[in-house]
C-alpha cells in the first residue's frame, strides 16, 4: 500500500497530529472527551486499548467518516502505571521515580472502519532510559511546565528530551502514536476489504 487512506484522528493531541504531518498522512482531527479513570484491577496494556477503543467508538457516534483512529498512551515502571501528573508534587514524584532507570511506554490503538463497524485494536510498548538527574533539574522541568498534561510527567520530543538516555523501539509511540503499527493495521483492514 502507497497510497494513505485519509482517516479521522479522535484526538486533540497537537504531537499526534505532528506525527501523521511529518508521515504525509492525510487526517483531520476530531476530539472527543471520554472518562480516563482507570479500572481498579486494570494493567496498563487492557487500560491503554479500552480508552483507544472508547474514544474510537466516540468520534463514530458523532462523525460519519469511514476510518478513525484513535490512541492513549500511558508510562509504567515496576508495577506502577503512571498517568498526567494531577499537579506539581506529583511530577516530581514520577521524574524521582524514573530518574537514572528504564521505564515502558505503552499506547493503546484502535482502528474504526465503519463500512465493516468493526475496530482493530493493539498496542506498542516501547522501553526508555532515563540518564541520572539531580534535583535541581528535575524542579527545572516541573517548573517549565511541559510535564503536566503528559503520561509519565515527561516528553520526549520537547525539554524532556535532555533525560533521556536510551530508547529501545519506536520512538513515535513514546511521543504518543505508534507510527508503523497504525500503518500495519491500515493494511490489515485494507486486506480484510480484499484490496490493497
Request: hydrophobic fraction near 40%; charge should be negative.
Amino acid at each position: 500500500m502507497t497510497e494513505l487512506p485519509r482517516i479521522i484522528l479522535a484526538s486533540a493531541s497537537p504531537r499526534r497530529a505532528e506525527i501523521l504531518r511529518t508521515a504525509g498522512w492525510p487526517f483531520a482531527t476530531f476530539p472527543v472527551d471520554i472518562d480516563e479513570l482507570r479500572g481498579p484491577a486494570e494493567d496498563a496494556v487492557s487500560y491503554v486499548e479500552r480508552l483507544a477503543r472508547e474514544k474510537s467508538e466516540a468520534a463514530a457516534a458523532r462523525c460519519d467518516a469511514s476510518i478513525i483512529v484513535a490512541a492513549d498512551t500511558t508510562v509504567t515502571i515496576d508495577q506502577h502505571i503512571l498517568e498526567k501528573p494531577t499537579g506539581e508534587k506529583d511530577a516530581v514524584r514520577m521524574l524521582q521515580l524514573l530518574n537514572n532507570r528504564w521505564h515502558k511506554v505503552l499506547t493503546g490503538i484502535a482502528l474504526y472502519d465503519r463500512e465493516r463497524s468493526q475496530t482493530i485494536i493493539a498496542h506498542e510498548t516501547t522501553e526508555v532510559k532515563f540518564a541520572a538527574i539531580s534535583d535541581e533539574e528535575i524542579q527545572w522541568y516541573v517548573a517549565s511546565g511541559e510535564p503536566m498534561d503528559k503520561a509519565g510527567g515527561y516528553a520526549i520530543q520537547g525539554l524532556g528530551a535532555r533525560l533521556i538516555e536510551e530508547i529501545r523501539g519506536d520512538y513515535f509511540n513514546v511521543v504518543g502514536l505508534p507510527l508503523r503499527l497504525l500503518y500495519e493495521l491500515v493494511q490489515t483492514n485494507a486486506r480484510c476489504q480484499g484490496f490493497e
